[in-house]
């Protein structure tokens, strides 16, 4: 098969390079992307990267991993988006699992309790990180300043749910841009991505659009019904086979909402998906939800591979008749099947529009509110982990309706509150890079564990 001057077997090899190359959260895997399919093979231009780029930011869900199904399906049709896809998934998918075995089976050896202990400090700097970055972006003015504001304090201080969140500041950020209000026209989309610029007309795509490309109804809806097919009918078989309080029923029902709601990028849903899975079905710890994230952040593949992690450990614990380990194994693949599957319908039925939806002002400024929202979400986030990472215990206090964990100064974890110092030093002062800080945080770790001899 040879579409547009490109092999389908060299496309499968590029493919796979920057699947193993991308490291480093959505905006990293982005300019790899870019990097290697827009400046280096040329295969498509800047403008319909970046036009990709801005469709793949209205949808929920991973967007490095919808990019790559995008300019797959756009270079080699339906077989080339699955094939961009997966291949983008799978590193990560290969090494969060082999990780987790590694988690279950020796996380009581001292050096591997040390070096999770280590990654947890760095990751909460991380994620503080992200709040600046996403904020430096996003918070363009008063208003924007404000839903991120509303957000924080309607999740920290009064539970308001995630989901609840995303659409009322998409609805208000939709109305005020229909309305014309100049605060919410700032654009949603992403700028300037890479260094060399290429002209569509240069690419090996052109400026036409491709006839597979073009809007077909028949082909969308039925491409619409195989994958929702795909995608549903496992989650039906385990509700009506295994019933509804089964482990892999809640896990296949509660991560395929998720797939729903993931506006804002990786860490926006993290701080939904974390708080559920600790506080509401007790799948995981925070500190474990920490040594995931420092899994997904060390490792090739999206931010969201980490819900493998989370539906691992929660089938770890809940087996029933089955081995442990295969229960666990199972359900960390069921976790990604239904967090990912829905990521290729997005794609496949809504790209050919893409051009309508992205001359919609209104569509951008619901996406430029959302993204406002998220910044207040990635906040609540950090001070959430903060609270039960770097302080054994909390004090909830009730104060106007509200209700609020917090922390108690005198059980302060010194050796965690020490790290997560240094890392933030390195990350802030020295702008050292996530992934030496990373491994200079689990090392630490392992050497504090092995000098006061933790066993």
């Given at each position: 098969?040879?579409?547009?001057?490109?092999?389908?077997?060299?496309?499968?090899?590029?493919?796979?390079?920057?699947?193993?190359?991308?490291?480093?959260?959505?905006?990293?895997?982005?300019?790899?992307?870019?990097?290697?399919?827009?400046?280096?093979?040329?295969?498509?231009?800047?403008?319909?990267?970046?036009?990709?780029?801005?469709?793949?930011?209205?949808?929920?869900?991973?967007?490095?991993?919808?990019?790559?199904?995008?300019?797959?399906?756009?270079?080699?049709?339906?077989?080339?988006?699955?094939?961009?896809?997966?291949?983008?998934?799978?590193?990560?998918?290969?090494?969060?699992?082999?990780?987790?075995?590694?988690?279950?089976?020796?996380?009581?050896?001292?050096?591997?309790?040390?070096?999770?202990?280590?990654?947890?400090?760095?990751?909460?700097?991380?994620?503080?990180?992200?709040?600046?970055?996403?904020?430096?972006?996003?918070?363009?003015?008063?208003?924007?300043?404000?839903?991120?504001?509303?957000?924080?304090?309607?999740?920290?201080?009064?539970?308001?749910?995630?989901?609840?969140?995303?659409?009322?500041?998409?609805?208000?950020?939709?109305?005020?841009?229909r309305a014309g209000v100049p605060a919410f026209l700032t654009g949603g989309g992403h700028g300037k991505v890479g260094d060399k610029q290429v002209a569509d007309a240069d690419s090996l795509l052109g400026e036409e659009t491709p006839e597979h490309a073009k809007p077909n109804i028949r082909w969308s809806l039925t491409i619409t019904a195989i994958f929702l097919a795909l995608w549903l009918v496992p989650v039906a078989a385990l509700y009506f086979g295994l019933g509804g309080s089964n482990v892999f029923t809640q896990i296949a029902l509660f991560f395929s909402k998720l797939a729903v709601v993931t506006f804002g990028g990786a860490y926006?849903?993290?701080?939904?998906?974390?708080?559920?899975?600790?506080?509401?079905?007790?799948?995981?710890?925070?500190?474990?939800?920490?040594?995931?994230?420092?899994?997904?952040?060390?490792?090739?593949?999206?931010?969201?591979?980490?819900?493998?992690?989370?539906?691992?450990?929660?089938?770890?614990?809940?087996?029933?008749?089955?081995?442990?380990?295969?229960?666990?194994?199972?359900?960390?693949?069921?976790?990604?099947?239904?967090?990912?599957?829905?990521?290729?319908?997005?794609?496949?039925?809504?790209?050919?529009?893409?051009?309508?939806?992205?001359?919609?002002?209104?569509?951008?400024?619901?996406?430029?509110?959302?993204?406002?929202?998220?910044?207040?979400?990635?906040?609540?986030?950090?001070?959430?982990?903060?609270?039960?990472?770097?302080?054994?215990?909390?004090?909830?206090?009730?104060?106007?309706?509200?209700?609020?964990?917090?922390?108690?100064?005198?059980?302060?974890?010194?050796?965690?509150?020490?790290?997560?110092?240094?890392?933030?030093?390195?990350?802030?002062?020295?702008?050292?890079?996530?992934?030496?800080?990373?491994?200079?945080?689990?090392?630490?770790?392992?050497?504090?564990?092995?000098?006061?001899?933790?066993?």
């Open positions: 098969m040879k579409d547009h001057g490109v092999p389908f077997g060299e496309a499968m090899k590029v493919w796979a390079r920057v699947a193993a190359l991308s490291f480093g959260g959505p905006a990293g895997q982005i300019a790899v992307m870019h990097r290697i399919i827009v400046e280096e093979k040329k295969w498509i231009g800047e403008n319909r990267f970046l036009q990709a780029l801005n469709y793949c930011t209205l949808l929920p869900g991973p967007e490095a991993q919808q990019l790559a199904v995008y300019i797959g399906w756009l270079m080699h049709r339906t077989k080339g988006g699955l094939v961009a896809g997966t291949l983008f998934v799978l590193p990560g998918l290969l090494a969060i699992m082999a990780l987790s075995w590694i988690y279950v089976l020796l996380g009581k050896v001292t050096i591997v309790q040390g070096l999770f202990f280590g990654l947890k400090a760095a990751v909460l700097v991380i994620v503080v990180e992200a709040v600046l970055r996403v904020g430096r972006r996003a918070l363009k003015n008063n208003t924007m300043r404000a839903l991120a504001a509303a957000a924080f304090l309607a999740l920290f201080f009064y539970d308001v749910p995630f989901p609840i969140i995303i659409l009322i500041a998409g609805l208000i950020g939709y109305f005020g841009g926006a849903v993290l701080a939904y998906m974390a708080q559920q899975a600790v506080d509401n079905y007790h799948w995981v710890t925070a500190g474990q939800m920490l040594d995931g994230l420092g899994m997904a952040e060390t490792t090739p593949g999206p931010l969201i591979m980490v819900t493998q992690f989370v539906g691992f450990l929660a089938a770890w614990r809940e087996p029933g008749a089955m081995s442990p380990l295969l229960a666990a194994t199972l359900g960390g693949l069921l976790t990604t099947w239904v967090t990912f599957t829905p990521c290729f319908l997005w794609i496949f039925f809504g790209a050919p529009f893409v051009e309508v939806l992205r001359a919609n002002k209104a569509l951008g400024a619901a996406l430029g509110a959302i993204t406002a929202a998220v910044v207040g979400v990635i906040l609540n986030l950090a001070v959430w982990f903060a609270l039960r990472v770097l302080f054994a215990k909390q004090m909830p206090v009730r104060w106007l309706g509200a209700s609020v964990d917090l922390p108690v100064l005198a059980s302060v974890d010194v050796p965690s509150l020490v790290l997560s110092v240094a890392a933030a030093v390195a990350i802030f002062r020295f702008k050292f890079g996530m992934i030496p800080v990373l491994l200079a945080s689990s090392l630490a770790g392992v050497v504090f564990y092995l000098a006061i001899g933790v066993s």
